[in-house]
Each structure stands twice: as structure tokens, then as C-alpha cells.
């Protein structure tokens, strides 16, 4: 069993096979199927394509996930209820902080995360949206 999982990172979007930073590494990465080569970094997707989990924590992720890891709706980024935040869209301009998009506009945290519709749960960390292309 590897030393990063789902069940050893829990909170980590550690599901399938795709690309992650459990460990704080430079960029995301990934354990491989060559029985020569452990684990390798994963090549940066292009910014603005929205798949990409990457940047520091997710800090330059664009999907499309709106919906925590717990299945509760996001907040709008430009909306201050049920929850009042400091993460105003026009102060965060390089965040693309739109609609109820889960994203990590600070870097900060495990990974991409949002405000929820939930009055009783402020916050929580969101799995990211993968979209076929």
C-alpha cells in the first residue's frame, strides 16, 4: 500500500488516478504503473484549461466542481449569505472567483474548497470536476 491514499489522506482528492500534491511537492503528482519508476510529476495542464487540479494547492484550479466532498452546495464566491467572507471576487481577480466554483484563491489548505449553502457548515474541501475533452 502506498504511503498517500484515501484512507491515509482522507481530505487529499486522493480518488482514481489523477494528478495530486498530498505531500506540499512543487507540483501535483502521481504514483505510476512502471515497475521502475515509483511515482513521477505530472505535466502542468495549459491555464485555462479547466481540468487542472495545479498551482499551490489547487490555487489555479478552473473547474466546474460546485459541490463539496460531503455533497453540500457551494456559495457564491459574490454572495455574503448564509456565510460572510473576505473573498470578494474583484479583490481576487486572478482567483476567477465566478459563479459557486470551488477554488483556493489564497493557496492555502489542503486543496480547492468553498463557503457552502449549509448555514451549520461554513466550509469544506471540494473534489475537482475532471471534464472529458
Not at 48 to 73: D, H, I, M, Q, V
Not at 106 to 112: Q, V
Request: with cysteine; net charge negative.
Amino acid at each position: 500500500m502506498s504511503a498517500y491514499n484515501s484512507l491515509t489522506h482522507p481530505d487529499a482528492g486522493l480518488v482514481s488516478n489523477f494528478c495530486r500534491n498530498p505531500d506540499n511537492e512543487k507540483t501535483v503528482w502521481c504514483y505510476t504503473t512502471n515497475p521502475d519508476v515509483r511515482w513521477e510529476f505530472c505535466e502542468e495542464v495549459a491555464e485555462g484549461e479547466p481540468e487542472g487540479l495545479w498551482g499551490r494547492n489547487g490555487s489555479k484550479y478552473r473547474g466546474k466542481a460546485s459541490k463539496t466532498r460531503f455533497g453540500k452546495n457551494c456559495q457564491a464566491w459574490s454572495a455574503q449569505t448564509p456565510h460572510e467572507h473576505g473573498y470578494d471576487p474583484e479583490n481576487y481577480i486572478d482567483s476567477d472567483l465566478t459563479y459557486d466554483y470551488c477554488r483556493n484563491p489564497a493557496g492555502l489548505g489542503e486543496t480547492i474548497w468553498c463557503f457552502t449553502t449549509d448555514p451549520d457548515m461554513r466550509w469544506d474541501y471540494c473534489n475537482p470536476v475532471h471534464e472529458e475533452k
